[in-house]
């Protein structure tokens, strides 16, 4: 039949019959594709057109990791290596109490501030009454705690608490307490140095830290991307000194006992090795605890035996016995008649004990501390030239020294020194001149040298695991005859022998050492002389030297206090020491000790 059209139908496999779709819905459809892809691509053009550097930006700021610097210092090491002052992290906490949630509260939750302080008291070592009164009715930004170590603070951490926050910083520590306070001194609260090396070698012991930036992914693995050569480097310079934990701790203990025996005023302790001018001990007392230098007086905050004079007093006549010989006034066989009185200038000069000794060798001079036989044999050499012995030992120059707040002596004016005979004399047994224990112990290194003035000094430089940094310190200088000194140490020698003899033990069993006593009058106005100093230097061993060993107390209170009561015995305790530290092998063996006592 025709003119008539049958639409074609098809039937699923369940039965339903389908019928084919309108094209205007695939047109409708087709359409709204066109746009939605339109509109991407127009999105696309627009974003990368006229907004890139701003999503740039900020995509930047996402992926960026800035690295500030916390200021940690260099730690301060002792020869061997064991710290000494050292940088440390502590944490801050700080609670904002209108935040505080537990971990799975819900975000309309607000805790109370008495169920955050049952949490934290037992961390925080407060009651709950404490932390409590501590948060009051403040709203946010309490501070509860300070000086927390990293462990605790991590478990304060994981209790998850919203509203406490962790603030880190570095904390100065001691780990000897005043074991070193007298030479590392000390940072306030607000970490700028107060004293000793802290103070003078502030920027040495300032690492090299800078603000780094590192752009990470997605997983925080660091972007090869702009990283600057050296940015993972660590600074792990540390400062070594040239002091040893092990005697320090020795002569601190042995100075402190003495000073506390004889009731004094204070004491001090050098330790020199003679060839290289390192102080293997700087020990004084009283001293602080830089790590609570609050609870002390300032007046501690210094190193007396670097920045105090006195006069040496007898312990200085084996430096001018040297500047004799030097001059050819004396020989080595000489003799001086010690009459016990000589007057000078109209001035009566006599011996300690105001006894005569008669006729005396050079040796014994030292050995019975004589003054009157100083006075005449130093009387030989022209004032003048005794004069400009004096500055040419440095006597009134501020010593080269790495050490803090050193100062010069003080000496006459050549006029005065020249024109008044009694300060020659009295220099002659080491008074009417000031000089520091530092620069009595260097002088006495000259001595045990060779007549090398040689540099003293506590640092080392900086050490690290890779690289380090040691100091060059300036040339020694020759001063005197390597004969003349070698036979000054001999003569010191003796006189610690003589000491043995008198019932005063110094010597140790197998080794030789050369020693002299000082016991100084001490003037508090500049007119009268009303008390003491005591000292006692030793060099060590006397067939080799390497040590000088000085120990000095200051006005000690007990009657019959003198260099060899009150300072000498110090100086022993802490030569046995150094004997065993520093493995000195001994000059005269066990068999040779035996035959000579018998």
């Not at 752009?215 to 660091?222: E, L």
């Amino acid at each position: 039949m025709r003119g008539i059209h049958y639409k074609s139908k098809r039937k699923t496999s369940q039965g339903k019959t389908l019928s084919p779709l309108s094209q205007s819905r695939f047109k409708i459809v087709f359409l709204l594709l066109c746009f939605g892809l339109g509109g991407l691509f127009f999105r696309i053009g627009w974003l990368q057109l006229f907004q890139s550097d701003q999503l740039k930006a900020l995509a930047r700021e996402n992926q960026t990791e800035q690295k500030k610097p916390l200021g940690i210092r260099r730690s301060i090491l002792d020869r061997n290596g064991k710290l000494i002052a050292v940088d440390e992290r502590r944490f801050k906490i700080w609670a904002h109490p209108k935040y505080f949630k537990f971990p799975g509260d819900s975000s309309w939750v607000v805790r109370k501030p008495v169920e955050v302080a049952k949490l934290l008291s037992t961390q925080l070592s407060q009651s709950d009454g404490e932390i409590l009164k501590k948060l009051g009715n403040y709203s946010s930004g309490v501070k509860l705690a300070d000086g927390i170590t990293p462990e605790k603070a991590e478990t304060i951490k994981r209790l998850g608490i919203s509203g406490i926050d962790l603030e880190v910083y570095p904390q100065r520590l001691y780990p000897h307490g005043s074991l070193f306070a007298n030479v590392v001194g000390f940072l306030d609260l607000d970490r700028r140095p107060q004293a000793g090396l802290e103070l003078s070698l502030d920027r040495d012991l300032q690492r090299l830290e800078k603000t780094s930036v590192i752009r990470r992914g997605a997983d925080g693995t660091p972007l090869p991307t702009g990283i600057e050569r050296g940015i993972f480097d660590e600074d792990q310079l540390s400062l070594q000194l040239t002091l040893d934990v092990r005697l320090q701790e020795v002569a601190v203990k042995e100075i402190s006992k003495q000073v506390k025996r004889w009731n004094a005023k204070k004491g001090a302790v050098i330790v020199m090795d003679i060839n290289t001018g390192e102080l293997l001990a700087l020990a004084s007392t009283p001293t602080y605890d830089p790590n609570k230098y609050w609870d002390y007086s300032p007046s501690l905050f210094k190193e007396w035996s670097v920045q105090e004079l006195f006069e040496p007093g007898s312990t200085f006549k084996p430096i001018n016995l040297a500047l004799a010989l030097e001059e050819g006034v004396i020989s080595n066989n000489g003799k001086v008649n010690d009459d016990g009185l000589v007057t000078v200038g109209g001035w009566p000069l006599s011996n300690w004990d105001r006894k005569p000794n008669g006729i005396l060798t050079f040796p014994e001079v030292l050995q019975v501390s004589s003054n009157v036989g100083m006075v005449k044999i130093m009387n030989k050499l022209n004032a003048s030239d005794y004069w400009q012995w004096l500055r040419r030992l440095g006597i009134d120059a501020i010593p080269e020294t790495d050490l803090p707040g050193a100062v010069g002596g003080q000496i006459k004016s050549k006029q005065t020194f020249i024109n008044q005979p009694i300060e020659p004399a009295v220099a002659s047994f080491g008074q009417g001149f000031s000089i520091t224990p530092l620069k009595l112990a260097q002088l006495h290194a000259l001595i045990a040298n060779g007549g090398r003035l040689v540099t003293p000094h506590i640092t080392r430089g900086l050490k690290g695991e890779y690289e380090s940094y040691f100091n060059t310190h300036s040339q020694s200088k020759q001063i005197l005859s390597s004969e003349v000194t070698k036979t000054v140490l001999g003569w010191m020698e003796t006189v610690v022998s003589f000491y043995d003899e008198s019932g005063i033990e110094v010597n140790v069993p197998g080794y030789r050492i050369g020693g002299k006593t000082g016991t100084a009058q001490k003037s508090q106005d500049g007119l009268n002389y009303n008390s003491k100093i005591c000292s006692f230097v030793a060099s060590l061993p006397i067939d080799d030297p390497r040590y000088v060993v000085l120990a000095v107390i200051d006005e000690p209170q007990k009657s019959n206090a003198y260099g060899s009561t009150v300072a000498l015995p110090v100086a022993k305790k802490i030569i046995e020491t150094l004997l065993v530290i520093e493995k000195i092998p001994p000059s005269i063996t066990k068999k040779e000790l035996v035959a000579i006592k018998s």
